[in-house]
């Protein structure tokens, strides 16, 4: 006897080529549907439709379920254990437990669907804990930047402090019980189509003397990526440098500007963090210079009295790019001057339209751009070479420094680990699709954070896929409640 399951499934949700269910690794065969197939009622919110199974021999069902209780990948979660080498995960696993990766599973637990993040680091956020400067502050105002289903305190400033920011994050972790499991650094990650789930190998670090380095293999049906753009430092390598005798560090390593005081320092890098540093060591008595070898848009962090992105965004609501960008403008020559005439030079397209095609974003000022105008921080042009204790740039001029801090932002790592050639570049990592398509890849792979949209696109992408992953959820629970049986 075989009895028809019967869905009932949203008509939005319905959609061309194969169900999630085709992925479900199951003792009942799987199956695709087409929506040229589906009849149902336009005026009706519900549809119903069958699906029928073809009737399979009884000893091949039993040859099937006797396989399932010897292969690692067909058992329950319960009957694997952290000890085994392979561990299957019912629900989706998230690779970063930054912000992105707290965002997806926050989203996912509200819906009722596990999931498990694996970080390397040895805590959550680890950019924002080990690789930020002291003095860093939220550049947006905390409502633009809170996460899905927990708004910031009400007692925190408009702009948290870096402090703050982490104490947020750690509370979020614990009111949606998110426990990821850290220091597992992920090797490799790669859709098997023979049992149609990810493999992903990875090298967990213990924790203890007594413990050694393990290496487990996690199996899923749901791969979510949330590892960010800034994984891996950017240094680059000019002409000499091996030769200078002082000081090199990139910005993952700067904390405040006490060990450079008295010393002529210089900043390779004018995007905001090499700005706010540059203010940062004037405060500490030292004597910063800044390299600025691109256009770039500075911008006031405020403007008629809100922030200068909420600003932004109510005008385009209503205004085209092109004269949104034209306010900017407009505004920022009235409040900060013509920053052409302290070197840095702005780019020919508006700061919005440069966003959107590059994802470049402009510098909000917090106080640099005073520190310029009074000869406190010095504006140089590229460098050509160093010396031993000297920088010539690329205008000829040649000037000595003391310690250079290096600018030059961050990469993501994801080609190193993810075999995918469809949603991420396996050049630079990128994501191919344009925002807002960006989210969703094929066979059950996802990104969070990667829209260069913000804490805020990060927040709209975790809802994506959490509604996305929870359609999928709900029809293999109901497939497995209402599974055939032969009789």
């Known amino acids: 006897m075989v009895v028809i399951t019967i869905f009932e499934v949203s008509p939005s949700h319905i959609q061309s080529g194969p169900s999630p269910l085709s992925s479900l690794h199951s003792n009942i065969p799987t199956f695709t549907f087409h929506s040229n197939s589906l009849f149902f009622s336009g005026s009706a919110r519900f549809c119903s439709f069958t699906v029928i199974l073809l009737l399979m021999d009884y000893n091949?069902?039993?040859?099937?379920?006797?396989?399932?209780?010897?292969?690692?990948?067909?058992?329950?979660?319960?009957?694997?254990?952290?000890?085994?080498?392979?561990?299957?995960v019912q629900g989706p696993i998230i690779v970063g437990a930054g912000p992105s990766g707290l965002a997806v599973a926050a989203?996912?637990?509200?819906?009722?669907?596990?999931s498990l993040i694996l970080e390397r680091a040895n805590c959550l956020a680890s950019l924002w804990q080990l690789k930020t400067y002291d003095r860093l502050r939220l550049h947006l105002p905390k409502h633009l930047c809170q996460l899905p289903h927990m708004p910031f305190p009400l007692d925190f400033p408009t702009y948290p402090t870096k402090q703050q920011f982490v104490a947020y994050l750690e509370s979020y972790a614990q009111s949606f019980h998110i426990e990821p499991e850290y220091n597992t650094t992920v090797v490799s990650a790669e859709f098997d189509h023979g049992c149609n789930f990810w493999r992903m190998k990875t090298s967990r670090v213990g924790l203890k003397i007594e413990e050694s380095s393990t290496n487990i293999e996690y199996v899923c049906q749901w791969l979510v990526v949330?590892?960010?753009?800034?994984?891996?430092?950017?240094?680059?390598?000019?002409?000499?440098?091996?030769?200078?005798?002082?000081?090199?560090?990139?910005?993952?390593?700067?904390?405040?500007?006490?060990?450079?005081?008295d010393k002529r320092v210089l900043v390779i890098g004018c995007g905001n963090s090499g700005m706010e540093i540059c203010l940062d060591l004037c405060n500490y008595n030292a004597r910063p210079s800044l390299v600025v070898r691109d256009t770039l848009h500075v911008l006031p962090q405020e403007m008629l009295g809100r922030s200068t992105f909420g600003v932004s965004m109510w005008l385009l609501k209503w205004l085209p790019m092109r004269l949104v960008d034209s306010f900017l403008l407009l505004v920022s020559r009235l409040t900060i001057g013509d920053t052409d005439r302290?070197?840095?030079y702005r780019p020919k397209i508006g700061p919005l339209e440069l966003k959107k095609r590059t994802g470049k974003t402009p510098v909000l000022d917090v106080g640099t751009l005073a520190k310029i105008r009074n000869g406190s921080i010095k504006v140089f042009p590229g460098v050509k070479r160093f010396t031993s204790h000297a920088i010539e740039f690329v205008d000829g001029k040649l000037e000595d420094f003391d310690a250079i801090i290096l600018a030059t932002g961050y990469k993501n790592n994801i080609p190193t680990w993810l075999k995918d050639n469809v949603l991420f570049s396996n050049k630079d990592g990128h994501s191919k699709k344009p925002f807002p398509e960006g989210w969703k890849g094929e066979n059950g792979l996802y990104s969070v954070g990667f829209a260069k949209r913000g804490l805020l696109g990060t927040s709209m992408d975790a809802e994506r896929v959490a509604e996305d992953?929870?359609?999928?959820?709900?029809?293999i629970k109901r497939f497995e409640n209402n599974r055939v049986t032969v009789n």
């Open 60 to 88: 091949y069902l039993k040859e099937i379920d006797g396989k399932r209780l010897h292969d690692p990948l067909m058992m329950p979660k319960a009957m694997t254990t952290s000890t085994s080498s392979r561990i299957r």
């Open 107 to 114: 989203c996912l637990k509200q819906r009722g669907i596990p």
């Open 226 to 261: 949330a590892s960010g753009e800034n994984a891996e430092e950017v240094k680059p390598d000019f002409e000499g440098m091996d030769e200078f005798r002082g000081p090199i560090i990139h910005t993952s390593h700067y904390k405040s500007g006490d060990p450079f005081r």
């Open 342 to 344: 302290l070197g840095l």
């Open 469 to 475: 992953i929870e359609l999928q959820w709900s029809l």
